[in-house]
């Protein structure tokens, strides 16, 4: 297995990225990302892959909100991958908290000491699954994933890294609402929502979703319903009885 090595206070690598906005293309430099502020990395060995789409990108970009109450600036990904498919995998996951930067040549990677052998897989040099938090381009912690087969994601999850920052800070729960356009009711939800600091997923009736579906799985027909850590509150007025 390849040495991995621990960075703590020491600075990132001075590195220019490029990368592919609004179809011109720009450079964005370390400084960029990382001076005078408090930055969250984590790295991950390829967009559209399994574990980092599914799990890995989505809990840090669902607590992005949480770690700005807790004076982190920003959110960054990176990935031993082109801008295209950087952009491209920013869009499908819909990644609004996070920024994503594509280290195409491996030179962030290479000099954080993570770059690592993927050719058993076909993806040649990659980055090895690591998150650290850096303030002002100084390395505060690093989370490593354990050196061993496979893509251990044991250390470097955004939840790990929430409880390194503030161990007292309550989690948001999931909260999922059912909507259609053009709701009052649904527009009151959600602000009484935001209100209260929650961040939700909405899911609109249309084409996919269907009224049926709502009584399939809610047992009304009516929007919006409001479920929470699982649990079913209901319109809202029961989502404004459950915040009373």
């Known amino acids: 297995m390849t040495e991995l090595t621990n960075r703590e206070g020491l600075r990132v690598p001075d590195v220019t990225f490029a990368t592919r ?4 293309w720009q450079k964005v430099t370390t ?14 060995p390829g967009a559209f892959t399994p574990t980092c789409s599914s799990t890995h990108l989505p809990r840090y970009n669902e607590l992005a909100n949480v770690f700005k109450q807790n004076g982190v600036d920003d959110i960054v990904c990176i990935s031993v991958n082109d801008t295209f498919v950087m952009n491209a995998w920013a869009q499908h996951q819909e990644a609004a908290n996070i920024t994503l930067l594509p280290d195409g040549n491996g030179e962030f990677t290479d000099g954080m000491g993570m770059l690592v052998d993927k050719n058993d897989l076909g ?15 100084v390395i505060e912690k690093m989370f490593i994933e354990p050196n061993k ?3 251990p994601f044991e250390v470097s999850d955004a939840d790990t890294m929430l409880e390194y920052i503030n161990p007292n800070q309550v989690k948001p729960q999931p909260v999922t609402l059912f909507t259609k356009p053009g709701c009052p009711f649904c527009s009151k939800a959600k602000a009484l929502l935001e209100q209260k600091g929650y961040s939700y997923e909405e899911i609109v009736l249309g084409n996919a979703v269907t009224l049926t579906s709502l009584k399939a799985v809610t047992g009304r ?15 809202s007025d029961d989502l404004a009885n459950y915040f009373s």
Do not use: A, C
């Open 21 to 24: 906005k609004n179809e011109q």
């Open 123 to 137: 993806f040649g040099k990659r980055s090895w699954r690591y998150s650290m938090l850096v303030k002002d381009g």
């Open 31 to 44: 400084d960029d990302i990382f001076k005078g502020k408090t930055v969250i990395v984590f790295s991950l």
């Open 221 to 235: 027909d009516t929007v919006p319903q409001v479920f929470i850590g699982g649990e079913h509150i209901g319109g």
């Open 149 to 151: 087969p496979g893509d």
